[in-house]
């Protein structure tokens, strides 16, 4: 799992994750966190702005529970640091 923080234009924290399937699959999936609220990432911008899709329920409640606690984890190492 890898993640950016954001400070998004209404003053909140935003994350952009991206959650690797298996240790042997290539494949991901991208998210955008606010507020515990997962969005699915649906393209970057030049301007490094993320376009989202509408708030998403992440079906796989152990991927969900997993970003949710690094994300915790993340801001009590870096709570002033953004992207």
Do not use: C
């Amino acid at each position: 799992m890898t993640s950016n923080r954001h400070l998004g234009e209404n003053g909140k924290t935003a994350w952009h994750v991206r959650s690797y399937r298996n240790s042997g699959d290539s494949g991901h999936r991208d998210y955008w966190v606010v507020d515990g609220e997962f969005s699915q990432t649906l393209r970057h911008s030049v301007d490094n702005v993320i376009v989202t899709g509408g708030v998403i329920a992440v079906e796989d409640e152990a991927e969900r529970d997993a970003i949710l606690t690094a994300i915790a984890e993340w801001s009590r190492r870096k709570p002033d640091s953004f992207d």
